[in-house]
């Protein structure tokens, strides 16, 4: 069972908007920030979004993600095929003193 | 940009101590500031950090798995290393190397990923 809780999967059309929830306690996302990494199908995780809401160079601006307390989002507008993924959000945790992962949501593209 | 390549046996008999070598091109492992992470995933399911060795070889481990690992740098060769030891099949995964690892610091490079089968 992995410290931070994400929905197993989760679904949208092209050109939808979809949002990828991330929650857990006030010693790793409610003190910390919370980064979100995209895997793609037989790939290694790619970093999306650190400090809560940053870009890396090159990820499109249809990703965003947000914070508030110790809960956390990832949303994905303008919905492409190329973003059938898996999902996973991660912070530290100062009570465990190391990274925290969520399970994964694996998104699918209807 | 940065590139990272892990290698190492694919295949480990239990009990054994399973060594893993990540070869880092593009920059170096002891200048930057940078920290350098293992994080390996399960068949299947999601990802769980191993450790890191910072730019200076301080070195921290998960607490979970901290009495078995063992990660070190060869800065020569411009490498790093995992040892994880009494290894069992839970231990079958596929590990990668990351750069980061600190509190604050994201892992924004990963290898492709080299998977470890721990069978008799």
């Known amino acids: 069972q992995s410290v931070l809780t994400q929905p197993p999967s989760a679904s949208g059309t092209p050109g939808q908007r979809v949002t990828i929830s991330c929650s857990a306690s006030?010693?790793?996302?409610?003190?910390?920030?919370v980064n979100w990494f995209q895997q793609l199908p037989g790939a290694a995780p790619k970093l999306l979004i650190f400090d809560n809401d940053q870009r890396p160079s090159g990820v499109p601006d249809r990703f965003s993600g947000s914070k508030s307390g110790t809960s956390a989002s990832l949303a994905i507008s303008g919905l492409q095929s190329e973003d059938e993924a898996d999902y996973y959000c991660?912070?530290?945790?100062?009570?465990?003193?190391?990274?925290?992962f969520g399970g994964g949501t694996k998104l699918t593209v209807l | 940009q940065v590139q990272l390549q892990e290698s190492g046996p694919g295949l480990v008999k239990p009990s054994q101590t399973l060594s893993l070598t990540c070869t880092v091109s593009?920059?170096?492992?002891?200048?930057?500031?940078?920290?350098w992470s293992w994080i390996r995933q399960h068949p299947g399911r999601g990802l769980e950090w191993i450790g890191y060795?910072?730019?200076?070889?301080?070195?921290y481990y998960n607490p979970s798995l901290k009495s078995r690992i063992t990660i070190s740098a060869d800065t020569s060769k411009n490498q790093f290393s995992l040892n994880l030891s009494s290894v069992t099949a839970a231990d079958t995964a596929v590990y990668y190397c990351a750069r980061g690892g600190d509190y604050d610091d994201p892992f924004d490079q990963w290898g492709q990923g080299t998977l470890a089968t721990v069978s008799s």
């Open positions: 006030s010693s790793n996302i409610g003190n910390n920030a």
């Open positions: 593009g920059g170096s492992i002891s200048n930057g500031g940078y920290y």
């Open positions: 060795i910072s730019y200076s070889g301080s070195t």
């Open positions: 991660a912070a530290w945790d100062d009570r465990l003193n190391g990274w925290v």
